[in-house]
């Protein structure tokens, strides 16, 4: 079954830091594009980071560049998100997600290009 699982989530004060987990208990990483999302309360779903499939190479939102660093560890087939330096504006549902074609990849922040997604893991920032 494909499945994306999420963890790490929790609440940190400003200016610190978190390290978010995308595992997949069902299939092998390796070779997909993997996409961070997040979702604040009345606002819209926005990319955050995205790596891709053949060369591991990474975009960032303008909002987290500099701060967050999307990498991926293929023996542990775990896609990570390290987020530095949290900022209040950071709070929000954390999701990661993936097209269904392997050794595909999506335009980075467009929600449509993906298919599978976890179910989300919180992360609040106190100011």
């Known amino acids: 079954q494909l499945q994306l699982v999420e963890s790490g989530g929790g609440l940190v004060q400003s200016g610190g830091s978190l390290r978010l987990s995308c595992a997949a208990p069902?299939?092998?990483?390796?070779?997909?594009?993997i996409g961070w999302f997040r979702q604040a309360p009345g606002k819209e779903r926005e990319g955050v980071a995205c790596i891709m499939s053949n060369d591991d190479s990474t975009e960032y939102a303008d909002s987290v560049a500099g701060r967050f660093t999307i990498s991926r560890n293929d023996a542990k087939n775990t896609v990570y998100l390290q987020m530095d330096n949290l900022r209040p504006e950071d709070a929000a549902v954390y999701y990661c997600?993936?097209?269904?074609?392997?050794?595909?990849?999506?335009?980075?922040?467009?929600?449509?290009?993906?298919?599978?997604w976890g179910q989300g893991t919180q992360v609040t920032v106190s100011s």
């Open positions: 997600a993936a097209p269904y074609l392997s050794y595909y990849n999506p335009v980075c922040a467009d929600s449509t290009y993906y298919q599978l």
């Open positions: 069902g299939f092998t990483l390796d070779g997909y594009a």
